[in-house]
């Protein structure tokens, strides 16, 4: 009768009764809270409902509101979160002191307040590594697209605009022998230069962290400028991190110093690019074609001055959205909570 009258209170007043009577805490264990602000993937899902967890997860096909978030963070253990999650002092202090580890379903982590979460002791984990093949391939995708002007071509389908066959219409760039320039040359970076050496790319620059000379042969890859990269590349492909170093690295100046014939696509983020200063350059037809998977802000407004350019194709942030890549990174925060909510090393761990 006792056992039962306990079970049938609150996480706080179960664990005041557990001392009061004098019980084993191993025959009252109580289930570690883990939120989950978003549905993961089917195999990743099924497997975090199988844990034991008391679990508090947002079922709609949106983001958890800033106010529910707030709530159910209380008393959590562990966090499972998405890019579009701001986890900022406010969130991380309304956890308490049972927060152990926040881990995000992304690559990127700047919506995470790190000098925070070291304060109060939370590992922070990501999932690194897994989106290099998705996010090249759409990446090469963009770069296509933004040359053979896909956008105009499937407008002109779609709107009846497609006659008798003629010889100076919808005519777009093609790849061999010309110059292909990375910003960028990390995992993402260089599964580009490789897919797109495919397609005859003759010579590759890139701009980065540091050289890479195991590049040279395989690539025909030099380590250069970035000005020398804007001026002499004929594809210019942004994979970069964000960091104040490339905050807005391309900027109206950077688009004045690339050739007017030159392709432009980012698949890193949206704050690499002056977005303001894309659209001017795009306006004064300064390039030839844009591509871009990442924006600012996501999602893009719909009256945004990009979407009236037929030469700039743009995709709403799926550079990672594959079965495959999103199903293993679900898998990765699973295991990043087992581990934080039990003390251990994160097996996908942030250093910060």
């Known amino acids: 009768m006792l056992r ?28 570690p809270k883990v939120v989950a602000t978003r549905v993961l993937p089917a195999n990743a899902q099924a497997r975090l409902e199988k844990e034991n967890f008391d ?19 209380q008393g959590a253990e562990g966090l499972i979160c998405l890019l579009s999650d701001k986890i900022d002092k406010d969130v991380l202090e309304a956890a308490g002191p049972s927060l152990k580890v926040v881990t995000t379903l992304s690559v990127g982590y700047d919506h995470i307040d790190l000098a925070t ?3 109060n002791n939370v590992q922070v984990g990501y999932t690194p590594d897994v989106l290099t093949d998705a996010t090249a391939d759409l990446t090469v995708l963009l770069t296509l697209a933004a040359a053979r002007k896909m956008k ?23 790849f061999a022998g010309k110059t292909l320039g990375m910003v960028g040359m990390g995992r993402i970076g260089e599964a580009v230069a490789r897919r ?18 195991e590049l040279h042969e395989p690539l025909q890859a030099e380590f250069a400028s970035f000005d ?38 980012n698949s890193a983020r949206g704050g690499v690019v002056k977005q ?16 871009l998977d990442v924006t600012t802000p996501e ?20 550079g990672s959205a594959t079965i495959e890549a999103r199903e293993v990174m679900g898998e990765m925060c699973i295991d990043n909570v087992l581990a934080g909510i039990q003390g251990k090393q994160l097996p996908f761990a942030l250093k910060h």
């Open 4 to 31: 039962s009258s306990v079970l049938s209170l609150t996480r706080p007043r179960l664990a005041t009764a557990i001392a009061r009577h004098g019980f084993h805490s191993t025959a009252f264990a109580m289930a």
């Open 55 to 73: 679990l508090k997860q947002w079922k709609e096909d949106s983001s958890m509101p800033r106010e529910t978030l707030l709530k159910e963070i």
């Open 117 to 119: 979460a070291k304060k």
């Open 152 to 174: 105009q071509g499937i407008r002109a389908v779609e709107q009846g605009e497609w006659r008798e066959w003629r010889p100076n219409w919808l005519c777009g760039y093609q």
């Open 196 to 213: 797109l050496r495919a397609f005859g790319i003759s010579r590759t620059l890139y701009w980065g962290r540091r050289e890479k000379p």
């Open 228 to 265: 020398k990269l804007l001026t002499e590349s004929d594809y210019i492909v942004a994979c970069c991190a964000m960091t104040p170093e490339t905050k807005e690295i391309f900027n109206y100046d950077a688009f004045k110093k690339m050739k007017r014939s030159a392709i432009f696509v």
């Open 276 to 291: 303001d200063d894309l659209i001017r350059a795009l306006d004064e037809d300064l390039l030839a074609g844009v591509g």
């Open 299 to 318: 999602p893009l407004p719909t009256n945004s001055a990009l979407l009236k350019h037929d030469n700039c194709v743009i995709l709403p942030h799926i």
